[in-house]
């Protein structure tokens, strides 16, 4: 069977494509057949072609839906008069997943940003019985959003695999003490990565095991 991790983070531009694709990749040495797949893309980015080349997939080459403004999904959807179908949405995963080992589903923003005005990424994860990776910057105000973070994906009974802190481009006191702070709150595990490095992510690739 197919094993679901939605990879998350506590907000927008925190490392969580980058930390996908190093896993896809890292999970694809290993013999694993990985797709990786981004349901909503706001802002006209392109993360959902990232992740496609990270695996090498031949389907889905790109987000499963773009919109245009950089907003949390519901809303840019429906300032572009766009109707967004989450059911449908969650089918097409579904298919697009048949026969990996592994699919990666990369959310939108923060746990909690608005997918559809129904929808965010716990309803999804829970729609796909995922496994999530929570991925945070290893800055200030890391320790709040994070454990905010965790309580709402256990609140929605979500397993979680562990939390990434990834190096910010611009370090601050608190880089380098979060992980530590943060181990002696949480069960679950905490790794720290340098944005760039592949070998951490070969550390996170073992929490799927």
Not at 49 to 72: H, I, K, S, W, Y
């Amino acid at each position: 069977m197919t094993s679901f991790v939605l990879v998350t983070a506590t907000g927008t531009e925190v490392g969580k494509t980058w930390v996908a694709c190093a896993v896809a990749r890292a999970l694809a040495r290993e013999a694993k057949r990985v797709v990786a797949i981004k349901p909503f893309e706001s802002g006209g980015g392109d993360d959902g072609e990232r992740l496609a080349a990270a695996t090498g997939q031949g389907e889905p080459r790109r987000a499963l839906v773009r919109l245009r403004e950089p907003l949390t999904p519901a809303l840019a959807a429906e300032r572009e008069g766009v109707k967004l179908d989450f059911d449908a949405t969650m089918g097409e995963i579904e298919r697009l997943a048949r026969g990996a080992d592994v699919a990666l589903v990369e959310g939108a923003g923060g746990v909690l940003s608005p997918l559809t005005w129904d929808a965010d990424a716990t309803t999804l994860a829970r729609r796909l019985g995922a496994r999530v990776l929570l991925v945070a910057p290893d800055a200030l105000g890391a320790l709040s959003a994070t454990l905010t973070a965790l309580h709402a994906l256990r609140a929605a009974s979500l397993e979680v695999l562990g939390v990434v802190l990834v190096e910010p481009a611009a370090r601050d006191a608190s880089t380098g003490t979060n992980a530590a702070v943060l181990r002696r709150r949480l069960s679950a595990p905490v790794i720290e990565v340098a944005r760039g490095d592949e070998r951490a992510a070969l550390r996170v690739a073992d929490l799927f095991a």
